[in-house]
């Protein structure tokens, strides 16, 4: 089967339940023989962290600014808590999981985007070897949004962005980001089923979608100009969700370069 990865979204991470039922669908699927990669987030973790040191969050079109003090919480969070927690549960459900972030073997590279951001990267090059190895060898590779570059500077790297990179260097035919939402809503509040790459775009410009939903469009769009067949934007918290997208079910928004003719 063709190789699939799945973006994971922090809140639905941050419940031990709904983090453990998600790992036994992760699991089921990936024993069915399909390549896997898991990309994850933490940022509902990464603000609470935070908060409870008295550091107040900012964010700048949906990506948080990143001081050093909010880039050691990063690694703390991210590449630490929130990734080994998931780890152990995907381990729990009888998968092969290794915790990894862009900064192992080089997997992501990346530069700093903005330096009102602080240390905020964008990926600019993705090395699928490491990936391509665990995956070939049934492990399964889960990836925190954490970069680095050739000069061992590190970088948070906003996740919906990783997974697109790591999604297109692995030549993963599917993208699906699980998230705590039901779907894109369009202007009228309702769940967009199937989404054009346009229409996505004219979602951001008119400001229906904004905050985390602008960025996460603006991934899907980059992922579909990468190359990837399909992308979905799923609710993670609906029973099992996987197997239903598998299944062909119209779960969520699924975001196509244009309009498929009936």
């Known amino acids: 089967m063709n190789p699939i990865l799945i973006k994971l979204g922090g ?39 935070l908060a409870e040191r008295g550091i107040e969050s900012s964010f700048v079109n949906g990506l948080r600014v990143t001081t050093p003090e909010t880039l050691d919480a990063v690694l703390k969070v991210f590449a630490g808590s929130v990734n080994h927690e998931l780890v152990a549960s995907l381990n729990r459900a009888g ?37 391509e190895l665990l995956a070939a060898n049934r492990y399964l590779p889960v990836v925190a949004c954490v970069a680095g ?30 998230t705590d939402v039901a779907g894109v809503l369009d202007g009228s509040h309702e769940v967009r089923s199937l989404l054009t790459a346009d229409e996505a775009r004219a979602l951001v410009a008119s400001g229906v979608a904004t905050g985390g939903m602008q960025a996460k469009l603006n991934a899907a769009l980059a992922a579909l100009e990468a190359g990837i067949v399909e992308v979905r934007i799923a609710p993670g918290a609906a029973d099992r969700v996987l197997m239903r997208i598998l299944e062909g079910e119209a779960l969520g928004t699924r975001l196509a370069p244009f309009e498929v003719p009936a």
């Not at 790297?157 to 990179?165: L, S, Y």
């Open 95 to 131: 998968a092969l999981a290794v915790g990894l972030t862009g900064i192992d073997a080089l997997l992501a590279e990346a530069e700093q985007l903005d330096p009102a951001l602080g240390a905020v990267g964008r990926v600019t090059r993705s090395n699928p070897g490491l990936l």
């Open 149 to 178: 570059d050739r000069a061992g500077n590190i970088y948070n790297v906003n996740a919906d962005q990783m997974a697109v990179a790591c999604a297109a260097a692995f030549r993963a035919q599917q993208l699906i980001f699980l």
């Open 11 to 49: 809140t639905l991470l941050d419940d031990a339940a709904s983090r453990q039922r998600l790992a036994g669908e992760i699991a089921a699927v990936a024993a069915s023989g399909v390549q896997l990669v898991v990309v994850h987030g933490g940022g509902k973790q990464m603000t609470r962290y």
